[in-house]
T-cell receptor, first 113, second 113 residues
Framework: DTGVSQNPRHKITKRGQNVTFRCDPI?????LYWYRQTLGQGPEFLTY????????KSRLLSDRFSAERPKGSFSTLEIQRTEQGDSAMYLC???????????FGQGTRLTVV | SQKIEQNSEALNIQEGKTATLTCNYT??????LQWYRQDPGRGPVFLLL?????KEKRKERLKVTFDTTLKQSLFHITASQPADSATYLC????????????FGAGTRLAVHP
């Protein structure tokens, strides 16, 4: 297992377009998280899945954002009608249980022009 | 309001010295606290987890302390090396539940030969 995989690594899109990112967690990890990170800041929590159930969404996740984790395996994060303020690094992480280390992917860097 | 604060200024030290990074938090009562390392353009990498009933934890050249009275964690790197240069993030789970992490903004460490 090579760890948490995120695709694409970079995405440049025009304002108003929709984008979708994919995260493949470590295979035995049932917990999956999405975070967003802007320059000079720490990652900010967006949403959490346990298996296929989305158990919490941050208020940062506006109705333009949607995340899924069908069958409790990979996850997708979609942003509709992108805005320049959505430009950030989107990080996915997975963990095996609570109070355990979170393994992060390399992130998808989104630039909205 | 709830806050996690880390030294916002970069820490510059000479190779071989001990680096000490600070994480202060307010209005949280975390059951545990984690430290991560992040290199530019990459996702965070887990280093250490310390629980509220642990005063100190060590791993090779790393040492973390956790003072729940002061609401502070200190992160030490002994015999620092240029390869230790990175941003170090502290994170806590405010709900003590499913490992949803709240991160500080990080402190950038530069170790000079």
């Amino acid at each position: 297992d090579t760890g948490v995989s995120q695709n694409p690594r970079h995405k440049i899109t025009k304002r108003g377009q929709n984008v979708t990112f994919r995260c493949d967690p470590i295979s035995e990890h049932n917990r999956l998280y999405w975070y967003r990170q802007t320059l000079g800041q720490g990652p900010e929590f967006l949403t959490y899945f346990q298996n296929e159930a989305q158990l919490e969404k941050s208020r940062l996740l506006s109705d333009r954002f949607s995340a899924e984790r069908p069958k409790g395996s990979f996850s997708t994060l979609e942003i509709q009608r992108t805005e320049q303020g959505d430009s950030a690094m989107y990080l996915c992480a997975s963990s095996l249980r609570r109070e355990a280390e979170a393994f992060f992917g390399q992130g998808t860097r989104l630039t909205v022009v | 309001s709830q806050k996690i604060e880390q030294n916002s200024e970069a820490l510059n030290i000479q190779e071989g010295k001990t680096a000490t990074l600070t994480c202060n938090y307010t209005n949280y009562s975390p059951a545990y606290l984690q430290w991560y390392r992040q290199d530019p353009g990459r996702g965070p990498v887990f280093l250490l987890l310390i629980r509220e009933n642990e005063k100190e934890k060590r791993k090779e050249r790393l040492k973390v302390t956790f003072d729940t009275t002061l609401k502070q964690s200190l992160f030490h790197i002994t015999a620092s090396q240029p390869a230790d240069s990175a941003t170090y993030l502290c994170a806590l789970d405010p709900q003590g539940g499913y490992n949803k992490l709240i991160f500080g903004a990080g402190t950038r460490l530069a170790v000079h030969p």
